[in-house]
């Protein structure tokens, strides 16, 4: 009976805790704590939330974890799982909305703001393309590729097909590099250059391409590869008029 009535005070006092100020001085493992209560509403769930922590090493790794991952860990069972991967996919959609909802985009900064918290520390690199009106309002955002980004893993024909299908007017192409280095290799940068003449060609334009690092970004944009590449295509449909 004390045993119950220390763990029936332990949560109401973390409940209160974020009644009172949101997630303010929570420790990862609390946070994952109060998750895990949720499945398991009569049990102690403070060390499996630290096992948690120590296995997939921060509060975000454990909400990207998947269903299986996560229970590896003695005591956290399907209904628990289930909930940490509810509130990470409510999360994303939320953040998805709050983009799209915006008047219009104005920079790659403001892109990689509302991307980054979603995209750092990813194990693989995820290309996800930013589909804008006249207005440079977002219309959608979707993830198309997975894996390696480069011309084998990202086919330029599915880009502009779901561009012409959104009716899109512009578009913003970011991907994340899950070593930390936001520095685009060669075959990102012939495959940007590959993507802007296909929709050049079909009267599309490229606003962006971002590269999504540890904090920080690479903008093909502000670096003027965008540019470059734009001006390359016209060059190369001058002398084909010739």
Request: proline share 2%; charged share 30%; hydrophobic share 35%.
């Amino acid at each position: 009976m004390t045993d119950d009535k220390n763990l029936d005070g332990h949560r109401k006092r973390l409940r209160e805790r974020f009644i009172e100020s949101g997630l303010t001085g929570f420790a990862d493992y609390e946070i994952i704590e109060l998750l895990l209560t949720l499945g398991s509403p009569r049990r102690d769930c403070k060390q499996q939330a630290k096992e948690a922590i120590k296995k997939f090493k921060t509060l975000r790794g454990v909400l990207e974890a998947s269903p299986e991952e996560l229970q590896q860990i003695k005591g956290i069972g399907p209904h628990n799982s289930f909930g940490i991967s509810l509130v990470h996919e409510v999360a994303k959609e939320y953040r998805k909305d709050c983009i799209i909802e915006k008047q219009a985009v104005s920079s790659s900064q403001e892109v990689f703001d509302y991307l980054y918290h979603s995209m750092r520390g990813l194990k693989k690199e995820i290309f996800k393309v930013l589909y804008l009106n006249s207005q440079n309002h977002i219309i959608e955002i979707k993830d198309l590729f997975q894996g390696t980004v480069d011309s084998s893993a990202v086919h330029i024909r599915e880009v502009i097909e779901s561009a012409i299908r959104y009716k899109a007017v512009s578009l913003i192409f970011v991907h994340n590099h899950p070593s930390g280095n936001p520095t685009p290799s060669q075959s990102d940068k012939d495959l940007t250059r590959d993507l802007i003449m296909a929709a050049e060609a079909v009267g599309i334009k490229v606003l962006d391409h971002i590269v999504i690092g540890d904090n920080k970004y690479y903008s093909f944009t502000g670096e003027g590869l965008t540019e470059r590449y734009e001006t390359e295509f016209l060059g190369i449909k001058a002398r084909n008029r010739i």
